[in-house]
């Protein structure tokens, strides 16, 4: 009876990191989705709203990775992407089942694999539901003369903009006298904030449970066995 009991236990466990990691990605998913289309069909292109003198909505698209960053093709990252998502949520699936996995390693991929979810959507979907408009127009989801694009070749959407500190270079400052700096300047999205939390906590806290899943479970293993001695 106590075998079945603590056995039940541990299938519960497993379990509940799973739930865990589909509540994760799902309420991240939603909030990064309801702030974009709220963004995309209030804001025009290149509107900037001042919430505090450190952090303004500014509506931005861009065709590459976080941050606003371009790198190599679009359809290429595209596919990247969906390709990293795919392992990756396997990977989680697989590490919920081993006892040994902890809760806030669950967190940090799910987070990642919710942000580039995130995005993924923007660039497979936004291009065939949204119009692009010249501004001061905004844009409107599911127009009648069809999307700005074809599938896979959306722009992602940005707005969370920063500028936490701004001054003028001294002249006499080599290279960048004279000129104004601010920083943070990238503007950046909800996405983009669930994969730089989840890939910084990886590597400043869980660093040490990288590993492949018969990794993990040859760890269960020899835990459960010191337990037992």
């Known amino acids: 009876m106590n075998t079945d009991r603590s056995s039940s236990h541990a299938?519960?466990?497993?379990?509940?990191?799973?739930?865990?990691?589909?509540?994760?990605?799902?309420?991240v998913l939603i909030a990064d989705q309801a702030l974009k289309i709220w963004v995309k069909t209030h804001f025009y292109l290149g509107e900037e709203v001042k919430i505090f003198s450190w952090f303004r909505l500014m509506f931005v698209e861009n065709n590459g990775m976080a941050f606003g960053m371009e790198i190599g093709s679009k359809l290429l990252l595209t596919v990247l992407r969906i390709c990293l998502v795919i392992v990756l949520l396997w990977y989680i699936r697989t590490i919920g089942k081993i006892h040994c996995v902890k809760r806030g390693y669950i967190v940090c991929l799910s987070l990642i694999v919710a942000g580039a979810l995130g995005n993924i959507i923007d660039c497979v979907f936004y291009g065939e539901i949204f119009n692009d408009p010249f501004p001061p127009k905004v844009a409107e989801l599911f127009p009648e003369g069809g999307g700005y694009g074809s599938w896979l070749h959306g722009k992602v959407v940005d707005m969370l903009y920063f500028p936490l500190l701004s001054f003028d270079w001294p002249t006499w400052v080599p290279v960048v006298g004279g000129n104004h700096f601010i920083f943070f300047q990238p503007v950046f999205n909800l996405a983009d904030s669930a994969i730089t939390v989840g890939v910084l906590s990886l590597i400043f806290?869980?660093?040490?449970?990288?590993?492949?899943?018969?990794?993990?479970?040859?760890s269960a293993k020899e835990n459960a066995n010191k337990t037992d001695r």
């Open 11 to 27: 299938t519960s466990g497993r379990n509940s990191l799973v739930w865990l990691a589909a509540i994760i990605i799902a309420a």
């Open 205 to 218: 806290f869980y660093s040490k449970e990288i590993a492949s899943p018969s990794q993990l479970r040859k």
